[in-house]
């Protein structure tokens, strides 16, 4: 073999790669278990739903599992930018985690599609960083504005003791003045208690016009259900992070009643013809339960899918400027991520600008209630 | 603070308190038994109590995979030394304790599970499936090296506790359940108003650890756990197999964790690693106790639940550092007061 030969070879070598990278690469980071497992698995779900490609090309998904600790998805997202080399990120389905995926995204010019809201964030962090899910001061604004409706005046606080907890009760005191009530109990407790009696007592004291409960998933039924033992009869209400079906199956009739605020999908059969969101919504609750079975429908999937659908508005007016797996296409993707406009996902719109990195409007949020054992929208 | 709700926080920490003490036994008896600091004990009540709210719902717990597979690996571990050994009249015992018991409990929970039986028997099915997990773990993981130092003995607890919370998420998901009540009834007493369901917590405990002390005192197998308990190559001079001693003692921790996991699953809402931290109240309730006494680590446990009640009354972010800082202090005392024994030769 001679050298012009091997010259030839390591030419078309180049070219085949060449070729090979028009094919965009996601890496995705989600807890599928882990603490964070019962979230984590269906937002891993809703990827078994998405298209094949973006904006018309070919997609790789890397799906890796961080096990809902944040040290695993820093690893991971690292593993993504240099051996993958990926052209975007999504993940994780923790706050912790979340954070620490966009700090390795920063750093690495890689556009990072959060999947769980993320507390504020530094300018050069945020640059890289699009969010997918609902703020949650928009998600309580709901919440603040029914109870203001019906004359509360004094609010009773129970949430997790952790990130999570701490999100809801900062976001409900910002609303607290212009909501016109007082947060009187800020009471903690862990999904993994076995009772919240003490809390409860400590509420039943204070006796709040109405409670707000900052769990997630069936982690918010213990203390609704422990407050109705002991004969609270105040409005109870949630946050997005407890409306599933499990909920109400741990709950049974203690929870009958109680209020969250969701988006939009998840009572999607029952939302006015009028609303945005109404077919996007529907068509993937409908093809997600016949995957996943009926009634599996969550918010946590179609935050997965929204991610992609941001992405596949994105990618087009990317390819026009670079090739995938450069840092000409990462930096053309961030920036037409940051200009996407009126795209509907299944939660909402989504408007991007270079303030706003989430997009979402009041069309991303309905407020929902426990009746009959199911999660009905609120007229 | 008012009288009324001490009266309630005390009842509420006696309540947890109670299991908390039926584990710390469970801890302490396989701790001075096999010298394994017990960290899967946790795993039986998630597995019980998750199991039982599925078989409530006609479903069949996932249970049965890791009893019937547990089984098997238990199984060809005793075969391939039966063979080794030349000695293969062992087999159909091998065969009937390893695979041939969990298949049929395995029947059993298939065949009841979609029929909704009575409570009490699915509590039977329950404990059917869960207790013989004690033996097997004992045999799988433990016993190749019985005779190991505390701190390997200790890290195979945490690869065993590893093992069975990831299997747990695999067969019962990441969401919690919860069973239903045995009963719904409340009596009033003053200001109180107990359930029947805590009162039940409490009889049963007591219940157990009176037939715990009959079992030591009066029985030939509880009279060979002391033995061992107190020295271990005494009894084995006397003919007590250190095999037999620790997969009694598993398989008593299996059932009190079974009891403790039925006990709890309509109290609160059980997730597939529910069970590791209340297990960690109970080891803290042993170690209050001093890891020596049985009377002590109960009351140490009972000392645990009221104590995280009322911290979860007074400062309720702090409830955990709270309940596990004490052991600090404990711990201090302790090693100052009690002079240290030498007893890891054999």
Do not use: C
Not at chain 1, 231 to 238: M, P, Q, R, S, V
Not at chain 1, 281 to 308: M, Q, W
Not at chain 2, 77 to 100: K, N
């Amino acid at each position: 073999m001679n050298r012009r030969l091997l010259a030839a070879l390591a030419l078309a070598g180049v070219f085949a790669a060449t070729a090979a990278s028009a094919e965009i690469t996601v890496g995705v980071s989600l807890g599928s278990t882990g603490p964070g497992s019962s979230l984590g698995i269906p937002y891993k779900n809703a990827f078994q739903l998405v298209p094949k490609t973006l904006g018309g090309e070919p997609v790789k998904y890397i799906i890796l599992d961080d096990q809902s600790k944040p040290d695993e998805a820093a690893k991971n997202a690292r593993k993504f930018v240099t051996e993958d080399k990926v052209d975007a990120m999504m993940g994780s389905n923790g706050v912790p985690s979340a954070v620490a995926m966009i700090q390795v995204a920063a750093e690495n010019k890689t556009p990072m599609i959060a999947l769980t809201p993320v507390p504020p964030l530094s300018p050069d962090r945020l640059h890289w960083t699009f969010v997918v899910p609902q703020p949650t001061e928009l998600m309580m604004s709901a919440v603040v504005e029914h109870l203001k409706a019906h004359g509360a005046k004094s609010v009773g606080y129970i949430g997790f003791s952790d990130t999570w907890g701490d999100l809801v009760h900062n976001a409900l005191q910002s609303l607290a003045p212009a909501g016109g009530f007082k947060i009187i109990t800020n009471e903690r407790y862990a999904r993994a208690d076995t009772s919240v009696t003490g809390q409860v007592l400590k509420i039943m004291a204070a006796n709040p016009d109405v409670v707000v409960v900052g769990g997630s998933g069936t982690g918010g039924a213990l203390p609704q259900i422990a407050l109705r033992e002991r004969g609270y009869k105040g409005a109870i209400y949630h946050n997005h992070g407890t409306v599933n079906l499990a909920f109400i199956k741990v709950g049974g009739k203690a929870v009958e009643g109680a209020i969250a605020p969701t988006g939009a999908l998840i009572v999607a059969e029952e939302l006015p013809a009028s609303f945005p969101t109404k077919k996007v919504s529907l068509d993937f609750v409908k093809r997600y339960e016949s995957s996943f079975g009926a009634g599996s429908r969550n918010a946590f999937a179609g935050y997965s899918y929204d991610g992609v659908a941001l992405l596949n508005a994105a990618v087009p007016v990317a390819l026009k400027k670079a090739k995938p797996g450069t840092p000409e296409f990462r930096e053309a993707l961030r920036a037409a991520l940051e200009n996407v406009k009126n795209i509907i996902g299944t939660h909402g719109v989504y408007n991007m600008s270079a303030s706003n990195h989430n997009g979402l409007d009041d069309r991303g949020r309905v407020l929902v209630d426990v009746s009959n054992g199911q999660w009905r929208l609120m007229k | 603070m008012s009288f009324d709700i001490v009266l309630w926080l005390v009842q509420d920490g006696i309540v947890n308190g109670a299991i908390y003490a039926l584990l710390a036994l469970a801890l302490l008896l396989v701790f001075a038994v096999t010298r394994a600091i017990f960290v899967p004990q946790g795993e039986f009540i998630s597995y019980a109590a998750l199991s039982l709210a599925l078989l409530q719902a006609g479903k069949l717990p996932g249970t049965v995979y890791v009893l019937v597979g547990g089984g098997a690996i238990a199984a060809l571990l005793d075969i391939a030394v039966a063979l080794r050994d030349r000695a293969p009249g062992r087999l159909p015992r091998i065969l009937a304790v390893y695979v041939l018991l969990p298949l049929a409990m395995a029947g059993i929970a298939w065949w009841a599970a979609p029929r909704k039986l009575d409570m009490w028997i699915q509590v039977l099915i329950v404990f059917g499936l869960v207790v013989p997990l004690g033996p097997i773990l004992y045999r799988v993981a433990y016993r190749p090296l019985a005779g190991a130092s505390v701190l390997v003995l200790f890290i195979i607890s945490m690869a065993a506790h590893y093992v069975l919370t990831g299997l747990g998420l695999v067969f019962f998901g990441g969401e919690g359940l919860r069973s239903q009540a045995f009963s719904d009834a409340h009596f009033k007493i003053g200001v109180l108003n107990i359930s029947a369901q805590s009162v039940l917590v409490v009889l049963a405990t007591v219940l157990i650890m009176a037939s715990l002390w009959l079992f030591f005192e009066h029985s030939i197998y509880g009279k060979a756990l002391r033995a061992t308990a107190i020295n271990r190559v005494g009894a084995r001079l006397v003919g007590i197999p250190a095999e037999l001693s620790g997969s009694l003692a598993l398989t008593l921790a299996a059932f009190i964790g079974a009891v403790s996991g039925v006990l709890i699953a309509p109290i609160t809402t059980i997730y597939y690693d529910t069970g590791f931290l209340i297990g960690l109240k109970g080891f803290v309730g042993a170690i209050l106790g001093g890891m020596g006494s049985y009377p002590l680590a109960a009351i140490g446990a009972v000392g645990v639940g009221l104590l995280e009640s009322f911290s979860s009354f007074w400062a309720s972010a702090f409830k955990e550092s709270i309940v596990f800082t004490i052991i600090i202090p404990v711990l201090v005392w302790r090693s100052l007061t009690t002079r240290h024994v030498e007893d890891e030769e054999e």
